[in-house]
């Protein structure tokens, strides 16, 4: 166990609609990143907040946003959703920002679109 | 540029070794990390090299780390049935905290 946590496991929807998904980073880790995985994709980094800024941007649809809130934790919204956003989204969290921290990743969130 | 490289593939006997081969292409990365990820399952960080040193060991796991050709192997010494899973290399940035992930090696491990 990581230490991250991720709600919900598992998510169904359907085309067009909005979701959030949710990480509560480990205890003391002010830096939470969001990943997507996907078969055609693979793993790809999404977004980074450190004490509630965004820090880094990565390949992220303008139809995905997030926001990470004075308790720490952190929330992925996607909306109009497509068939394409059927993934995997991986959240992980590290003590601070930067390429010398190491990353801890939650279970993840399954996301099927219909 | 940022691309990580792994072959998708490996089947072993148990017991033997494997060694799980990665190349990049960025020499400014820092870290370089193996995670490991079960069916259904999240990702498990199994062991990292600072990109100054060469090797690691930590105990059935051995990082090598080649700069000069920019190429990284994990190896697992006595594989068990249990080490059978997808293992990825990443490389992450000291200037940013993404990680660059290779598409995976899928580890088979035979009785």
């Known amino acids: 166990d990581s230490g991250v946590t991720q709600t919900p496991k598992h998510l169904i929807t359907a085309t067009g609609q909005r979701v959030t998904l949710r990480c509560s980073p480990r205890?003391?880790?002010?830096?939470v990143y969001w990943y997507q995985q996907s078969l055609d994709q693979g793993l790809q980094f999404l977004i980074q907040?450190?004490?509630?800024?965004?820090?880094a941007k990565g390949n992220i649809l303008e139809r995905f946003s997030a926001q990470q809130f004075p308790d720490l934790h952190s929330e992925l919204n996607l909306s109009s959703l497509e068939l394409g956003d059927s993934a995997l989204y991986f959240c992980?969290?590290?003590?601070?920002?930067?390429?010398?921290?190491?990353?801890?990743f939650g279970p993840g969130t399954r996301l099927l679109v219909l | 540029g940022e691309d990580v490289e792994q072959s998708l593939f490996l089947s072993v006997r148990e017991g033997d070794s494997s060694v799980i081969n990665c190349t990049y292409t960025?020499?400014?990365?820092?870290?370089l990390y193996w995670y490991k990820q079960e069916p259904g399952a999240g990702l498990q960080l199994l062991t990292y090299i600072f990109s100054n040193m060469d090797m690691k060991q930590d105990q059935r796991l051995t990082v090598l780390l080649n700069k000069k050709d920019k190429h990284l192997s994990l190896r697992i010494a006595d594989t068990q049935t249990g080490d059978s899973a997808i293992y990825f290399c990443a490389e992450a940035y000291n200037q940013g905290g993404k990680l660059i992930f290779g598409q995976g090696t899928e580890l088979s491990v035979k009785p």
């Open positions: 992980a969290s590290s003590r601070l920002a930067g390429g010398l921290e190491t990353q801890y």
């Open positions: 205890s003391g880790d002010l830096s």
């Open positions: 960025d020499s400014s990365s820092t870290y």
């Open positions: 907040y450190y004490n509630g800024e965004e820090r």
